[in-house]
Nanobody
Framework: QVQLVESGGGLVQPGGSLGLSCAPS????????MAWYRQYPGKRRELVASITRGANTNYADSVKGRFTISRDNAKNTVYLQMHSLKSEDTAIYYC????????WGQGTQVTVSS
């Protein structure tokens, strides 16, 4: 059973930057397209960004130009670099495959506030 472990969240001021990491217990190369999601209180998780094995990326319109997803297959880690953070980016961030077909991890809280 693949376990997903997210890290790197925290409190940051508006306009600041933060980097998240995801280290699944299974091989991310084998898992295929990986993705970051976020969830607001009382809302369903939404897809933020995805990246294929070949490093092709896609982003939600709300984060285009501000967030960058990347992967290091050798280190078995997926990253989300976030810049120009806004208060509306405050959420719990999760990683999973693009099909979200593995149990969700605990996520990592990102809070953007002055």
């Amino acid at each position: 059973q693949v376990q997903l472990v997210e890290s790197g969240g925290g409190l940051v001021q508006p306009g600041g930057s933060l980097g998240l990491s995801c280290a699944p217990s299974g091989s991310i190369f084998r898992l295929g397209t990986m993705a970051w999601y976020r969830q607001y209180p009382g809302k369903r998780r939404e897809l933020v960004a995805s990246i294929t094995r070949g490093a092709n990326t896609n982003y939600a319109d709300s984060v285009k130009g501000r967030f960058t997803i990347s992967r290091d297959n050798a280190k078995n880690t997926v990253y989300l670099q976030m810049h120009s953070l806004k208060s509306e980016d405050t959420a719990i961030y999760y990683c999973n495959t693009d099909l979200a077909n593995f149990p969700w991890g605990q996520g990592t809280q990102v809070t953007v506030s002055s």
